[in-house]
């Protein structure tokens, strides 16, 4: 059966892709025709995952430049195409209370959070999308449109990642479309300190009552990179459950924030 995203042989990289959102996406990706090339830190996780996937892979940092310039140059040489780039890959640290986050630890935040996602869209660009068009999906956060307890560093990141989504999209216009999703709480490794053991109540709090999956963003991401979205660029999809619109609903307060207080995520 032929896809309804008219995705059928084009090639993607999808960063942050061994595990959680960026897994699902690359998934499915490859479910809608896709080729696809994933990265992330470990490269046992990346090279189960691309086998999986029967795709390719590198391991790397998106932090470290040389990587995304030889992450470019392989999806290039093997695919001969690079079509959509997704950028996932992120990191919630520094945690804490901004007058007490190190200032070092908060240039690493933007590193992956905000300049890793413009050189990879650079790269891509450069080797194939400014000739030959495109889409860029970037992962932003639900987050990012207010503030939150002990997440200054990442809320900030993202709310860059946000402005940078639009600025690209009108400067890439009409050859590559720019958008991003912005999750809510999602069953994911990195969010586990906040929703595990307390599923059930930050459920209770959402309109939709439960918490996202991968699945969830992947089935946004797919879409938004597909021609079904061909008229969509400088678009931010919420896709939080309603999160959003929860102050509307019967729940009186937010145990999300509640989480963020009292729980600490583990150092990677």
């Known amino acids: ?127 194939w999308m400014g000739e030959h068009g495109g889409a860029v999906v970037n992962v932003c956060t639900e987050g990012a449109g207010h503030v939150g307890p002990h997440v200054g560093a990442y809320g900030t990141s993202k709310a860059a990642l946000l402005h940078l989504t639009r600025q690209l999209a009108g400067e890439l216009a009409p050859a590559v479309r720019v958008n991003s999703v912005s999750p809510g709480l999602v069953r994911t490794d990195m969010a586990r300190f906040v929703w595990e053991g307390a599923e059930e109540e930050l459920s209770a709090g959402l309109p939709l009552g439960r918490l996202g999956t991968p699945e969830d963003i992947a089935r946004a991401v797919v879409w938004l990179a597909s021609d079904a979205a061909e008229w969509v660029t400088g678009a931010d999809l919420l896709v939080d459950g309603g999160t959003r619109v929860r102050t509307a609903y019967a729940s009186p307060g937010y145990a999300v924030h509640d989480r963020l207080r009292s729980q600490v995520p583990p150092h990677p």
Do not use: K
């Open 1 to 127: 059966m032929t896809s309804p995203y008219g995705l059928e042989g084009r090639a993607a990289i999808v960063t942050g892709a061994s595990r959680g959102i960026g897994l699902a996406v690359a998934e499915a990706l490859v479910a809608a025709g896709a080729h696809v090339c994933v990265t992330a830190r470990d490269a046992e996780d990346v090279a189960r995952a691309a086998a999986e996937l029967g795709g390719i892979g590198l391991a790397g940092s998106v932090a470290d430049p040389a990587h995304l310039r030889a992450l470019t140059g392989l999806a290039l040489r093997e695919f001969g195409r690079i079509d959509l780039v997704v950028n996932n890959a992120g990191t919630n640290e520094p945690y804490g209370p901004l007058m007490a986050v190190d200032p070092d630890r908060w240039r690493d935040a933007f590193a992956v959070n905000v300049e890793a996602p413009l050189r990879l869209v650079q790269h891509a660009w450069r080797a």
